[in-house]
């Protein structure tokens, strides 16, 4: 879909296709204006899907698939379910900029924003509605409070400040969706706005079955109607090894090497024919990395030529072939009639996908693309995660806005000129929209997003030996995939540079070796540590001892200094060991050593230091950082639950489901599956109900509505039930309804107190928690304050929190006296994505003033993360 570049060296991260893709800066040339019209298939909706409570497994050629995870938002399409907001477990806003893209990414949703929403879960179905208005939201550094963000400047959960400039004439910042700050910042002064969310952290799996059901924007419109230039829809997948928060898997990878399969696109201006005669609007990419080949964009040190492999909207790659393995897809893109609903399958295996339109898989329908995995693909053999996203304007929503062909204006949008044979188009140029008659059709609508799972598992490499030193089938290895054989590719060295240059992947040898990681020095700088290969962020015990090893080959013969050193400033080094390495493969051995001090360190091979390695390579396999007695090391590679190998645990499933025996949730055995067949009335056999009936009458044992013979009475009641499914009184304001019938005080209505918009001392606000952000680093006396909190009548206080180790503690203070104390007695989770718990307080006290969580001095240092406070 979309994808920008960072000026840091090592992000090259989010927002999507290839061809818009280059390090001097963004370009595609497009011929279709001058192409002759060709005889189109208009691809028709079809009804051919599961409903909701329909059955929860589905067979494709012959093989059972089971629904592992889906959002049908808020159930079947237009039953007229009412307003509600986003599912949260599964979704969350994003906003950047990417892709000359004209729009700004907000937080608002119909339930609280009625007359300027951008999201709206209402009839069973979810809208991203475009809107055209100016919003401020510019992310220009990181904090850890608002003071360093100048005037008018937020400190944002996200660690980002958040600069209003108020250009609008309203300070609307708080409405944008947030920047997580790996990839291009949003630009401020955006002339519209949309929404963009996504499954990153919360859902995230690897192959199965993707179906989902949309409508493309103007659908509204009367058939036959050319819709207006300039929207471009998408659903879509990145992976899940570049997500912003690092949970069980390593979060590291820049974009191309996340990997990228564009499901749905959608680049609207195609719909007229006047442009585009050939109408291929509906469109499909898979993206990923690929060595810079002479000419390309290897003069860039560090870069990497993004591969695309199909012929929408650019003609993709002809290296595809021999990079893929296989078969190249061929879209030239899709004619659809984009005023009816449109169901898409996507078939994902260990030997690549097809695209379904309509035409389903489960129902024996053929695949409208065909992609097959190689060696040089293995982005897509990782898990991975949905984004949907209505953008404005861009390179796809003014599709070759960088110099079109043209023979005059009259083929260029809006009636651009035509200069040199080259539309003078810009991103934004092309947009058409009649805002005032039809901006509330501005919209992509979806139906349902289901995630479906072979029952029979898919493979998965085997581990290297390496991961179990002794063999005696307990992995011991500090260094995750120490052989670069597993599935992911995101499990190799960082590769960075003081001064120096190059790029690294991860090929296929061949032979015994398999899969090894490959170095190529383009500037070895003036320091053997000009170009560093290393793993790092790992803990090491002090007192323990630990033995090293590295296997390495060079394209010429050298030394190469080893070292474990800190990760961080002093970078003090605690073991080294230069290692003679020739053009095969040499054991590189250091000496054991024992840290006098426990915290992390890195592994680090310095490939740089001489001008006479420049343009030379180096291989590296077989990475092992262990205890001398094999100390157990947990690994949950490839798993969202089940077991890590030592006695833990990976992840736990939702109800509903369980852990299978290849790591991921699934359908639990005996799921029940509610059934309201021939009843009005009653259970529906799950623990939930039917309907209800109306007064005077009753529901039967059949679930059928009979008239009751019941005498009502309200004697002695100024409220509740009259004993014959009626109410004998309601209690007014401040009151509640006893179990005697008579009205007395209630008791207040609980309150969340969210950590990240208290006041913070020694700690600060971070995303990940499970209601909004998370407050991180609370070690003894920091504090987190709410003010003007009242107490009266409440008599618990619940502080959801997590940790990796257990025991700390905090103090519940209201106006400087201690009310509670609050334990986390069992450990949940690392640091930056835990597995937050509840623990409780009682508390006694009145009035109204400042409640304070303060922290217990911990041996650890953190205490926990604090996600909130519930007040009952």
Known sequence: ????????????????????????????????????????????????????????????????????????????????????????????????????????????????????????????????????????CVVWQQCTASSQCGTNGTCAA???????????????????????????????????????????????????????????????????????????????????????????????????????????????????????????????????????????????????????????????????????????????????????????????????????????????????????????????????????????????????????????????????????GKCQETPASCINVDWAAHGDKAKLEVDYVRWFHRNSGYPQAAKASCQDSDGNGTPDNIIRNCGFNEDYTYHRSDLFFEGGGGLTDINNEGGSRGFVQWVRIDNAGSQPYSVQIRQEGFQLNAGTQYKWKVDLKSSVARSIPIKIAQPAAPYGVIATFNCNVGTGWTTCTGPNFTPTATGLYKLEIDAGGNAAYNNTQVWVDDMYLGATSNSCQPDCTGKTCGSDGCGGVCGTCRSGTSCGSWGHCTASSGTCTPSCSGKTCGSDGCGGTCGTCSTGNTCNASGQCTPNTCTPSCSGKACGSNGCGGTCGTCGSGTTCNTSGQCVPSAPTAVRLEAENATLTGCFAEAGGDSGGKVVAFEGNDTICWSNVTLTGRTSATAHVGAPYPDGQAQLKFNGAVIGTVKLTTATGGWSSPTLTDISTAISSSGTGTLCLTGVTHPNGWIFSVDYLDLK
Request: negative net charge.
């Open 1 to 136: 879909m979309k994808r920008g570049w960072n000026a840091a060296w090592k992000r090259l991260v989010v927002g999507g296709s290839a061809w818009a893709l280059g390090l001097g800066g963004l370009s595609c040339v497009v011929d279709d204006a001058t192409e002759a019209p060709v005889a189109a298939e208009v691809l028709q909706s079809t009804e051919a899907s599961l409903e909701t409570g329909a059955s929860r497994t589905i067979s494709i050629a012959g093989q059972p698939f089971t629904l592992t995870w889906e959002d049908d938002f808020g159930g079947d399409l237009n039953k007229g379910q009412p307003k509600s907001f986003l599912n949260t477990a599964n979704w969350s806003k994003e906003n950047l900029g990417v892709n000359y893209e004209q729009q700004a990414y907000t937080n608002r949703e119909c339930v609280d924003h009625p007359t300027n929403w951008n999201y709206c879960v209402e009839n069973g179905k979810l809208t991203l509605l475009a809107r055209k208005e100016p919003l401020d």
């Open 158 to 420: 996200t660690g980002y400040c958040i600069y209003d400039q108020n250009r609008n004439g309203v300070y609307d910042h708080e409405e944008c969706a947030p920047f997580n700050g790996t990839a291009n910042g949003p630009a401020n002064g955006q002339q519209y706005t949309s929404g963009r969310i996504k499954s990153d952290e919360k859902v995230e799996f690897r192959y199965g079955y993707i179906e989902f059901r949309a409508r493309m924007p103007f659908a509204d419109l009367p058939a036959g109607a050319t819709p207006p230039n300039g929207m471009w829809p998408a659903i879509w997948m990145l992976g899940a090894n570049g997500a912003i928060a690092n949970g069980t898997r390593d979060d590291s990878a820049g974009w191309p090497m996340t990997g990228e399969i564009d499901i749905m696109e959608y680049s609207q201006i195609k719909e007229n024919r006047t442009l585009y005669p050939q109408n291929e609007a509906m469109g499909f990419n898979a993206l990923w990395r690929e060595i810079p080949e002479p000419g390309e964009m290897a003069a860039a040190p560090g870069g990497w030529q993004a591969n695309a492999c199909s012929d929408w909207p650019n003609g993709g790659d002809a290296k595809c072939d021999g990079d893929v393995g296989g078969a190249r897809v061929k879209w030239p893109g899709k004619t659809i009639d984009y005023h009816q609903w449109h169901t898409w399958g996507f078939l994902w295996d260990e030997n690549g996908f097809k695209i379904y339109i309509d035409n389903l898989p489960q129902n024996g329908g053929a695949p409208v693309g065909t992609f097959s995995i190689g060696d040089s693909a293995t982005e897509f053999r990782q898990p991975m995660f949905l984004i949907l996203n209505n953008a404005v304007g861009g390179e796809l929503g003014c599709l070759g806005w960088s110099g079109r062909s043209c023979t005059s204006s009259a083929q260029c949008a809006n009636g651009a000129a035509c200069s040199g």
